[in-house]
T-cell receptor, first 115, second 109 residues
């Protein structure tokens, strides 16, 4: 199993550009989520999904869209990039969205810089 | 709002010294809590969860509901323990983790 994969690893955008960060998992996990990691702030939840066709907002959803058309994929879209979105983005998945004690598996991260 | 606080940004100790990484939370009821760790150039990974009452790599964490704390402890630190440690309670159902700001542990020879 590849686990959780993310592409690209690095990306530089200009303000106002759009892009999609890709996340895929091959473990048949129901739950997937996106976090951003900023210095001194830990990881903050952007959006999450408890199964195909179901998504919801986390702590910091503004400026981001998600969709979950398949169990495997959970892309994160930046519609109009802003410098405040410069961050490291992590995707995570777990077996069940409703069993609270499930271990979450993280991807390697995407480092995004918006100029 | 539910919050988790890790008061130390950096904890620097010598090999063999005891380690305690602090975590305080502001949740009601019986929260489920986790410690995640990120070693250099590795992915964030689960270290331990309070519900399992386990010891992983010599680390233990006790949930103190009275003090609303979930401190991570190890009696004798090793150099390979150097990493970023995150305390993470579940929030509001499902598997939503809320992460603290993290504590960087540096273990010196």
């Amino acid at each position: 199993n590849a686990g959780v994969t993310q592409t690209p690893k690095f990306q530089v955008l200009k303000t106002g550009q759009s892009m999609t960060l890709q996340c895929a998992q091959d473990m048949n996990h129901e739950y997937m989520s996106w976090y951003r990691q900023d210095p001194g702030m830990g990881l903050r939840l952007i959006h999450y999904s408890v199964g195909a066709g179901i998504t919801d907002q986390g702590e910091v959803p503004n400026g981001y869209n998600v969709s979950r058309s398949t169990t495997e994929d959970f892309p994160l879209r930046l519609l109009s990039a802003a410098p405040s979105q410069t961050s490291v983005y992590f995707c995570a998945s777990s077996y069940s969205g409703t069993s609270g004690s499930d271990e979450q598996y993280f991807g390697p991260g995407t480092r995004l810089t918006v100029t | 709002a539910q919050r988790v606080t890790q008061p130390e940004k950096l904890l620097s100790v010598f090999k063999g010294a005891p380690v305690e990484l602090k975590c305080n939370y502001s949740y009601s009821g019986s929260p489920e809590l986790f410690w995640y760790v990120q070693y250099s150039r590795q992915r964030l990974q689960l270290l331990l969860r309070h519900i399992s009452r386990e010891s992983i790599k010599g680390f233990t964490a006790d949930l103190n509901k009275g003090e609303t704390s979930f401190h991570l402890k190890k009696p004798f630190a090793q150099e390979e323990d150097s990493a970023m440690y995150y305390c993470a309670p579940l929030s509001g159902g499902y598997n939503k983790l809320i992460f603290g700001a993290g504590t960087r542990l540096a273990v010196h020879p």
